[in-house]
């Protein structure tokens, strides 16, 4: 809502001296959030003058038509002479009355205006046109003013140029903001003043005469008032403070009949409609549609009708949708100007359509047909239904005065029966909620300055007023009360909050995830969750992948990335992606988040309802309905892990860092992983781990596959790991500390020889195994293969320290432990000792 | 050696005669003195310490002495004895501290040399924001809820007092999540706010309720500077008996004050919530220009746009009607909400320009936050 500032005082004398700023200011405490407060005309500098167009020479040989004219001025140029001006419009004849701006003027831009040779002639000064005065975006060339001006008039004055427009931003509760009567009610309780109330107006009762209205649907439609008006001068134009007033409230003047409409629903906040009588065909009803229906609107697009919509008919049809948008067939029409007679012929009667449509079903129509009007916006917050007669009078009224009309004697007026809303509110509830002290009379006081009827003591019966929709309990009048003693005056306490138990487990071990990862130099990524099956297909996943069944979106952003994540692989391996493509090519990345993961079988979440807690059993039901949605961890590294430099070589990440995050991650959780061989795309086949906590598949980690880096242009040997947080955590885990032994420690290596296809892990479980309690640590210290290990074997070196908790091991205990040790490794995995 | 005789005369013996002694003692000194290295040193030492030194070879005579005479003759060898040691050590000493020093210098390095061996990580600043306020609850009493992404209309909306046809619920552009038969009646949207975390909160327990809950949203909104169809809130609701707005004031100055600074005034806009009433903006004072730059061309503010104020999120005491879609009796108990936009926050309080930022997971923007904000 634009609200300029000289439309405001006259409902509210504020202060002389009170700049846009200031009541911005008492506005937004208020509660309205004003969004900015626009400075107009403050670029414009005089001599701005009404001008008499005397002469018009058209100058023949140019591209474009100039014309070279005399202005009469008046005395404005200081000498009362004509003011000799070239102008390239030519909408304008002599005897037209013009803007004028004279040499040493500026128009906005700044455009600093001085007398200069242009087509051959002088021209000292220029014609303005709506648009170089920053009027509008008016094209229609120069600006012709009614013939009653006289030249030499300041301009700036007459077209009320210099102003303040606050812009206001209106919260859906608050409807009848969305008029200059309803601001202007809040800035008359900001301010502590009177309101000149705009919708007070003498109306005559209704009669039966008017013109004929039949309301078939009256929850759809509670109010209908319809007024006419004859003998209406079809050339009759806008005045120019009427013009101005809607332009600044950024609304464009059209023609006199939409001009009026408009400017009434900004002054009072109720939607009008203005009909050719001669038009419609019989009376009008008031009806939803019916199936099938069709409706050409004013923009001229025909609508399919839906049997929700409410409609405006007569005889003939659907003549508007209500509340939304009116009917092409019977709106009002253009002037038509005879070139011969100069007589204008158009619209002479015109019926004023004022009525209060229910708010949903204005909302669902204006959805339905992406058709959100000033009108729509206005029903669905609720306008004030007893407005609607004022407003019609007010139409009517600015017809007779400005159109030369005459009002019709009938006054049609259906009103639904509407039951009186009274609240009852404990008097003190008010400062309960606040946490002040406002006393009973204060909250009277208020609640009657937001326009409500207050009775009582204790507990006060409070009726509030029409425009007031939102106002059904008590702790709406609650908020009116509190906001205007003003939110910033209730005094500020700390509640006494029992003793909190802190993070829990599960939350302490989500940030030590992310402290350990970026402890081993990770860097997190926040990736958002949208795919598509471009990114399944760069990652390999056969079709039958359970990674490729997601939840959907109904309207994703992207339609190529309509589901959300089965897994963080496809956000984080983009960020590597863009990384590198930055320039960034020693990468290691990490990110926590959930995945989503459809239920077997997809159901639809239950609407509960809200006047009561739901069961238990509504509840499951609710989060049955929801996906799964696990938290996850991964990683992806590229480049190198460790960098080279002065100090020597570094080290290229790979499969062995993505694995060992992995264990980071449980050394975070305190369990201990377990590493399988594993073929799981996209890892590399024969690259890839299977991580696992006891029997539970946790996750994978590895190289990724040759062909997965191709297809997502990811650096070669790009390597990944990603796992489940929630399988990977065990609640209640305490360590033991382990017993430290002071004895000395005995040392023996031992070199085994095994087939290639034999795993590290199984011959180190064996040796630990077959090693026994005194074993204190093992180490794998080389690996090698080759003539040495002979072909198709390999040799696993380990360091084996034995230590007991009470004695010196003598030579023969450490020698029997590392001979019982190898002899488990022979059983279990054919290891020969190496020279054996 | 002589050997012990009762009649041997201790005067007679020529080394033990006090001026060959102290004549020896001198040039021991002396020698040591004149040493130039610690090798030097070492010669010296033995030419006068050693088992052939005058010195020693003079104690050797004290036992062939009487009895009578071996007391003064061995307070003699020994102070002489004494000196020389001493000098030895302090020589010692003088010549081991420079050769310490000349090859100490010479093993000097340049420790100006970049060393970045082991790369550092960084946790994203979003994260850690999310922590700090959490942190700051915690400190309170609070408990730290979550709940679903992927959320309930019903907890999303209407259990917040927005029904289907609310205004309020076209404002806010939401992720519908496919049904079964296609169409967009599963029931089920990306969470547009924290909020439904409030219900899940107040549903799982009686009051009082103390609970904060961060987490991501969503909203159909393009990625540009300052929009992200994925961003992050912080949620804070407070249940019990006889809070107030007043309270919910006190808590959002206690946080303020922890995760911005002291001094800043707080501004308390009325504005509309469905799930509040009364319900407020809050905007604070910016910490740039503290308002210096509201008209006044001449003193832009980036960081408040020369509004003067930055908003930082919504609040307000929980509307009665949502206690009761929660099983919670609004005549018992009362409670406050609040919703604060971390991405906001982490522009403000840490000079980001630019919202993509956050999005794009480019490492140069987060490495520099490290491992706490
Ligand atoms: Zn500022």
Not at chain 2, 36 to 61: I, Y
Not at chain 2, 176 to 200: H, K, W, Y
Not at chain 2, 202 to 215: C, F, I, N, Q, T
Not at chain 2, 237 to 265: P, Q, S
Request: proline share 7%; charged share 25%.
């Amino acid at each position: 809502m634009r609200v300029p500032l000289s439309w405001l005082r006259e409902y509210v004398d504020l202060p002389a001296g009170e700049t846009g700023r200031d009541v911005a200011a008492r506005l937004v405490r208020a509660g309205l959030e004003v969004e900015t407060v626009e400075q107009l005309g403050t670029d414009i500098k005089g001599p701005l003058v009404v001008g008499e167009v005397l002469s018009i020479e058209e100058l023949p040989g140019f591209k474009k038509p100039i014309r070279h004219c005399f202005v009469n001025v008046g005395a404005a140029n200081g000498t009362g002479e004509p003011q000799e001006i070239v102008c390239g419009a030519t909408n304008f004849q002599v005897g037209d009355k013009v803007v004028v701006i004279l040499p040493g003027g500026v128009l906005p831009g700044p455009f600093p205006i001085s007398a200069r040779q242009t087509y051959g002639h002088t021209s000292a000064g220029m014609i303005c046109s709506a648009r170089e005065l920053g009027m509008g975006d008016d094209h229609n060339g120069i600006i012709v003013l009614p013939p009653e001006y006289e030249a030499g008039t300041d301009a700036i004055e007459l077209l009320q140029l210099v102003d303040e427009v606050l812009d206001i931003a209106v919260t859906p509760d608050r409807g009848y903001c969305l008029s200059m009567r309803g601001v202007a009610r809040e800035a008359a309780a900001a301010y502590g003043l009177p309101l000149a109330d705009p919708a007070l107006l003498d109306v005559p009762p209704a009669n039966s005469y008017g013109y004929l209205v039949k309301v078939a649907d009256p929850v759809g439609c509670d109010r209908f008032v319809a007024r006419t008006v004859t003998g209406v001068n079809p050339g009759a134009q806008s005045p120019i403070w009427l013009q101005r007033r809607l332009q600044k409230s950024g609304i464009r003047p059209i023609s006199l009949a939409v001009d009026i409409t408009n400017y009434v629903m900004l002054e009072v906040g109720q939607p009008l409609h203005a009909y050719d009588r001669e038009r419609v065909d019989g009376p009008i009803q008031v009806r939803r549609a019916a199936e099938g229906e069709t409706l050409t609107t004013l923009d001229g697009v025909k609508r399919k009708l839906s049997a929700e919509d409410l409609l405006i008919c007569d005889n003939s049809g659907p003549i508007g949708l209500a509340g939304v948008m009116g009917g092409a067939t019977t709106e009002i029409l253009e002037p038509v100007t005879d070139p011969e007679t100069g007589v204008v012929t158009g619209t002479t009667e015109i019926i004023v359509e004022a009525a209060h449509f229910e708010p949903v079903a204005i909302a669902r129509s204006a959805k339905r047909h992406k058709l959100p009007s000033e009108a729509s916006k206005r029903f669905e917050r609720g306008v004030d239904p007893e407005a609607a007669r004022a407003a019609a009078q007010r139409a009517v009224d600015l017809l007779v005065l400005i159109a030369g009309g005459t009002a019709e004697a009938g006054v049609t007026d259906i009103a639904a029966p509407r039951p009186v809303r009274t609240i009852a509110i404990d008097a003190g509830l008010p400062d309960r909620v606040a946490g002040a002290e406002y006393g009973r009379e204060t909250v009277t006081r208020r609640l009657q300055e937001v326009g409500c009827s207050v009775v009582g003591a204790d507990v006060l019966e409070v009726t509030p007023p029409s425009w007031r929709p939102d106002l059904t309990d008590p702790y709406d009048l609650v908020e009116e009360v509190v906001r205007l003693e003003g939110y910033d005056n209730v005094p500020a306490r700390m509640p006494v909050v029992p003793p909190g138990r802190g993070l829990s487990e599960a939350q302490r071990f989500h940030r030590r995830v992310g402290v350990a990862l970026a402890g081993a130099g990770y860097v997190e990524i926040n990736a958002y969750p949208f795919v598509g099956e471009a990114a399944f297909d760069g990652l390999g996943l056969d079709a039958d992948d359970a990674r490729r069944r997601t939840v959907k979106l109904v309207n994703p952003l992207n339609d190529a990335e309509p589901a959300l994540r089965t897994t963080l692989l496809p956000g984080l391996l983009g960020a590597l992606r863009r990384n590198v493509g930055r320039g960034n090519t020693d990468l290691a990345l990490f990110e926590t988040g959930t995945v989503f993961l459809p239920k077997a079988e997809p159901k639809v979440a239950p609407r509960l309802p809200v006047d009561r807690r739901p069961t238990e059993e509504q509840l499951a039901e609710l989060n049955a309905a929801l996906p799964d949605q696990p938290r996850r961890v991964a990683v992806a590294l590229t480049g190198e892990r460790l960098p080279s430099g002065w100090w020597g070589k570094g080290a290229p990440s790979g499969w062995a860092d993505a694995i060992e995050a992995a264990r980071t991650v449980a050394a975070a959780a305190g369990v201990e992983l377990t590493v399988r061989q594993a073929q799981y795309a996209p890892w590399h086949p024969g690259r890839c781990a299977e991580l696992l906590v006891g029997e539970v598949v946790v996750g994978h980690a590895g190289e990724l596959h040759p062909r997965v880096v191709k297809a997502l242009h990811l650096p070669e040997r790009t390597s990944a790991m990603e796992l489940d947080l929630d399988l990977v955590f065990e609640d209640g885990r305490r360590v033991s500390g382990p017993p430290v032994s002071a004895y000395p420690v005995a040392t023996q290596d031992v070199a085994l020889i095994v087939d290639a296809g034999v795993h590290a892990a199984d011959v180190e479980s064996a040796l630990r195994e077959g090693a026994g309690e005194l074993l204190e640590s093992l180490r794998l210290f080389d690996v090698f293969t080759g003539e040495q290990a002979g072909a198709g074997r390999k040799s696993l070196a380990y360091t084996l320290r034995f230590r007991a908790a009470d004695r010196t091991l003598t030579a023969d205990e450490a020698s029997a432990a590392r001979e019982s040790a190898v002899a488990v490794a022979a059983e279990r995995t054919g290891a020969v000792l190496r020279g054996a | 050696m002589s050997a012990p005789n009762k009649s041997y005369d201790p005067v007679e013996v020529e080394a033990l005669k006090p001026e060959v002694v102290e004549q020896a003692r001198d040039e021991a000194i002396a020698a040591f003195a004149a040493a130039a290295d610690l090798d030097e040193l070492k010669q010296a030492k033995v030419a006068h310490t050693g088992d052939r030194s005058p010195l020693s070879l003079a104690n050797r005579e004290i036992g062939a002495l009487p009895p009578q005479a071996k007391a003064a003759a061995g307070k003699l060898i020994g102070q002489a004895r004494g000196a020389v040691n001493q000098a030895l050590a302090k020589r010692q000493t003088e010549l081991e501290a420079e050769r310490d020093a000349r090859v100490l210098v010479e093993e000097a390095v340049d420790v100006t040399l970049p060393y970045g061996r082991v790369p550092r990580g960084a946790r994203h600043p979003l994260t850690t924001l999310a922590e700090r306020i959490e942190d700051t609850f915690v400190a309170m009493g609070y408990q730290v809820a979550s709940g679903p992404e992927v959320e309930a209309e019903w907890l999303n909306f209407d259990a917040l007092n927005l029904h289907a046809d609310h205004p309020a619920r076209s404002m806010q552009d939401t992720f519908f999540v496919e049904a079964p038969d296609g169409t967009a009646d599963s029931g089920m949207v990306l969470r547009t706010q924290t909020s439904p975390v409030q219900i899940r909160a107040m549903l799982a327990g009686e009051p009082p309720l103390y609970a904060v809950s961060p987490g991501r949203v969503y909203r159909t909104d393009e990625l540009d500077a300052t929009h992200t169809p994925v961003f992050r809130q912080v949620e804070a609701i407070a249940v019990d008996e006889g809070l107030t707005f007043g309270h919910l004031k006190g808590t959002i100055e206690v946080l303020v004050e922890k995760l911005i600074g002291g001094g800043l005034e707080l501004r308390w806009r009325p504005s509309y919530f469905p799930f509040t009433e009364p319900s407020a903006e809050i905007d604070l004072q910016c910490f740039v220009c503290r308002g210096a730059s509201v008209g006044n061309p001449d003193r832009p503010c980036r960081t408040c746009s020369s509004e003067g104020w930055i908003e930082l999120g919504g609040c307000g005491v929980v509307n009665p009607r949502v206690l009761v879609a929660a099983g919670i009796d609004p005549n018992r108990y009362s409670g406050f909400a609040f919703g604060l936009g971390l991405e906001r926050i982490l522009m403000n309080r840490h000079n980001v320009a630019d919202m993509r930022d956050m999005v794009e997971g480019d490492v140069r923007f987060t490495l520099p936050f490290g491992m706490e904000i």
